[in-house]
């Protein structure tokens, strides 16, 4: 049985990023889908990039692999191009491999080396193709969907997915220190247990387990993409103008609590 | 199951964030929290602003009055329980309700620990965190009345993340704040109430009016966006965890600083 879960009954001011040029990657589906659709509901050009078929949404979709680092570059010149600017970028795309994933000491290296490299790697990539256009642009912001496996660790090891999570943290910071002098701002957010097509091949298996993590989030449900979202479009948003090189953490509490 | 997997529908032109909910804001009729009542207020919000000084306080309220979102002045002393349950009261009696409680009110007097008497220790722990404890228990009663409660603690980066000579007591005081914030949060979660703390860095506030424009330029250089925060941009953030919006975010400190404290050598 699914979990009750409630969505946010208001949302930003409709055109709080009308005139503005948003690329979002993982937009396939999930977390980054309702990102990319939020976005373009505020009012913003979205332009939406992910491995997976369109779901259909009223955005400009991109298929293409975000760890082709020549694809990320055209991809993003053509963005430019069409637009003549692009103000923020949310690094959405990640996998999370949980049936071959593990501990350090049995995880298979092919796994190890594709996890880094979608939820590292081509984040890397297109903030280094990304960043020289929004300075372009004059300010912007970025926003990276880490996870609080990035801040804590798993007693069910998964050492691929939160090392990488690990990463974008660092990367973001990294980012938001060095491109903070010119107006460009970059944040993390940290889901805890949100209910996505990623994570829900764990439920079905497990029908128990939703159930068991809502009971065990203090908040007594689990999250949202609504909820992700919302945060996301705080981060970018002028009403975070002061924020950069924070993670955000949207868990209802989860991680407060020992265990 | 399906349905979670696409993008949810949302109200085609959605009101302002916190239309029809009733804010009260410790320390709100200056500096950082009248920053946070302006934003409130600008997001629909009934605001009650609180400070020891009536004469100000009205003055503030009447600039920030909005015809949809009203804003009184009560007088209390936050190191006074009673002075903030009548605060909890007035806010009530006036709106109707109490759906946020900001509590702001602080001082920093800046005393090398060398110098620092009892005293000086028991006014800044007193302002600072034994009045978070007073207007957390006053409001609770009317938070959990809420549909939507929430509590947003003013901190700082000074005690939870950094240091500053002169100010200990402070520093030790918003630390306190912290923690208190993270039990609180598991403990008012069953009644769908969230608590979370902003952590503000440097704000042009009138603390900062003497410091001369030459002092001003060299913390501005300390500051990856490179420049100081204005009152406004912790509003921002206070408003973010006020509304619907942050419902699943709660025992969270959100750090408001321009990147100020991410380099390991400043500058």
């Given at each position: 049985m699914a979990p009750e879960t409630t969505e946010p009954s208001r949302a930003s001011p409709?055109?709080?990023?009308?005139?503005r040029v948003a690329f979002v990657t993982g937009a396939g589906g999930g977390m980054g889908r309702q990102i990319a659709a939020d976005l373009a509901r505020a009012g913003a050009r979205v332009f939406a990039a992910d491995?997976?078929?369109?779901?259909?949404?009223a955005v400009d979709y991109r298929q293409f692999d975000v760890t082709d680092e020549d694809r990320v570059a055209g991809v993003l010149g053509e963005v430019f191009a069409a637009c003549?600017?692009?103000d923020y970028v949310v690094n959405a795309a990640g996998v999370g491999w949980f049936d071959r994933d593990g501990a350090v000491a049995v995880i298979d290296r092919g796994v190890w080396d594709r996890v880094l490299e979608v939820n590292l790697t081509a984040a890397m990539l297109v903030c280094r193709h990304a960043l020289p256009l929004v300075e372009r642009t004059g300010r912007g912001a970025f926003v990276h969907v880490a996870s609080v496996a990035g801040l804590r660790n798993s007693d069910d090891p998964m050492d691929a997915y939160q090392v990488s999570k690990a990463g974008l943290i660092s990367l973001s910071r990294a980012v938001a220190l060095q491109y903070g002098p010119l107006g460009i701002r970059s944040n993390t957010i940290c889901p805890g247990a949100i209910l996505t097509p990623m994570i829900q091949p764990l439920y079905d298996a497990e029908p128990a387990r939703a159930e068991r993590m809502a009971r065990r989030t203090p908040l007594r449900r689990l999250g949202t993409v609504a909820d992700v979202s919302s945060a996301c479009q705080f981060l970018l948003s002028d009403q975070a103008a002061f924020v950069t090189g924070v993670d955000l953490v949207v868990d209802g509490g989860w991680t407060l609590a020992l265990p | 199951m399906s349905g979670h997997t696409g993008p949810s529908a949302r109200p085609a032109v959605p009101g302002p964030l916190l239309a029809g909910r009733t804010a009260v804001i410790t320390g709100g009729t200056r500096g950082i929290g009248r920053g946070i009542a302006e934003v409130l207020g600008e997001a629909g919000a009934r605001v009650v602003i609180s400070g020891r000084d009536a004469d100000r306080g009205r003055k503030v309220a009447d600039e920030l009055s909005a015809p949809d979102a009203p804003c009184r002045f009560h007088r209390a002393d936050v190191r006074s329980q009673p002075d903030l349950e009548s605060l909890a009261q007035f806010a009530a009696d006036e709106f109707?309700?109490?759906?946020v409680l900001v509590h702001n009110a602080g001082v920093y007097p800046e005393v090398p620990l060398a110098e620092m008497s009892e005293a000086d220790w028991d006014l800044v722990h007193d302002t600072n965190l034994k009045s978070a404890f007073f207007a957390f228990r006053a409001c609770l009663p009317r938070l959990k009345e809420s549909p939507a409660g929430r509590i947003v603690f003013v901190s700082s980066i000074t005690g939870p993340i950094t240091g500053y000579p002169g100010l200990a007591a402070y520093g030790a005081s918003k630390a306190g704040m912290n923690g208190f914030m993270r039990t609180a949060a598991i403990e008012v979660a069953p009644f769908g109430i969230t608590v979370n703390a902003v952590a503000p860095g440097s704000i042009r506030t009138e603390?900062?009016?003497?410091?001369?424009a030459q002092a001003i330029e060299a913390m501005e250089a300390l500051i990856p966006l490179h420049r100081l925060g204005d009152p406004r941009d912790i509003g921002g953030a206070v408003l973010y965890l006020a509304s619907?919006?942050?419902?699943?975010?709660?025992g969270q400190s959100l750090v408001v600083d321009g990147g100020q404290i991410l380099p390991e050598i400043p500058g």
């Amino acid at each position: 049985m699914a979990p009750e879960t409630t969505e946010p009954s208001r949302a930003s001011p409709r055109e709080a990023f009308a005139g503005r040029v948003a690329f979002v990657t993982g937009a396939g589906g999930g977390m980054g889908r309702q990102i990319a659709a939020d976005l373009a509901r505020a009012g913003a050009r979205v332009f939406a990039a992910d491995l997976k078929d369109s779901p259909g949404d009223a955005v400009d979709y991109r298929q293409f692999d975000v760890t082709d680092e020549d694809r990320v570059a055209g991809v993003l010149g053509e963005v430019f191009a069409a637009c003549g600017r692009l103000d923020y970028v949310v690094n959405a795309a990640g996998v999370g491999w949980f049936d071959r994933d593990g501990a350090v000491a049995v995880i298979d290296r092919g796994v190890w080396d594709r996890v880094l490299e979608v939820n590292l790697t081509a984040a890397m990539l297109v903030c280094r193709h990304a960043l020289p256009l929004v300075e372009r642009t004059g300010r912007g912001a970025f926003v990276h969907v880490a996870s609080v496996a990035g801040l804590r660790n798993s007693d069910d090891p998964m050492d691929a997915y939160q090392v990488s999570k690990a990463g974008l943290i660092s990367l973001s910071r990294a980012v938001a220190l060095q491109y903070g002098p010119l107006g460009i701002r970059s944040n993390t957010i940290c889901p805890g247990a949100i209910l996505t097509p990623m994570i829900q091949p764990l439920y079905d298996a497990e029908p128990a387990r939703a159930e068991r993590m809502a009971r065990r989030t203090p908040l007594r449900r689990l999250g949202t993409v609504a909820d992700v979202s919302s945060a996301c479009q705080f981060l970018l948003s002028d009403q975070a103008a002061f924020v950069t090189g924070v993670d955000l953490v949207v868990d209802g509490g989860w991680t407060l609590a020992l265990p | 199951m399906s349905g979670h997997t696409g993008p949810s529908a949302r109200p085609a032109v959605p009101g302002p964030l916190l239309a029809g909910r009733t804010a009260v804001i410790t320390g709100g009729t200056r500096g950082i929290g009248r920053g946070i009542a302006e934003v409130l207020g600008e997001a629909g919000a009934r605001v009650v602003i609180s400070g020891r000084d009536a004469d100000r306080g009205r003055k503030v309220a009447d600039e920030l009055s909005a015809p949809d979102a009203p804003c009184r002045f009560h007088r209390a002393d936050v190191r006074s329980q009673p002075d903030l349950e009548s605060l909890a009261q007035f806010a009530a009696d006036e709106f109707g309700s109490l759906d946020v409680l900001v509590h702001n009110a602080g001082v920093y007097p800046e005393v090398p620990l060398a110098e620092m008497s009892e005293a000086d220790w028991d006014l800044v722990h007193d302002t600072n965190l034994k009045s978070a404890f007073f207007a957390f228990r006053a409001c609770l009663p009317r938070l959990k009345e809420s549909p939507a409660g929430r509590i947003v603690f003013v901190s700082s980066i000074t005690g939870p993340i950094t240091g500053y000579p002169g100010l200990a007591a402070y520093g030790a005081s918003k630390a306190g704040m912290n923690g208190f914030m993270r039990t609180a949060a598991i403990e008012v979660a069953p009644f769908g109430i969230t608590v979370n703390a902003v952590a503000p860095g440097s704000i042009r506030t009138e603390g900062l009016a003497g410091l001369g424009a030459q002092a001003i330029e060299a913390m501005e250089a300390l500051i990856p966006l490179h420049r100081l925060g204005d009152p406004r941009d912790i509003g921002g953030a206070v408003l973010y965890l006020a509304s619907d919006l942050a419902s699943f975010v709660t025992g969270q400190s959100l750090v408001v600083d321009g990147g100020q404290i991410l380099p390991e050598i400043p500058g």
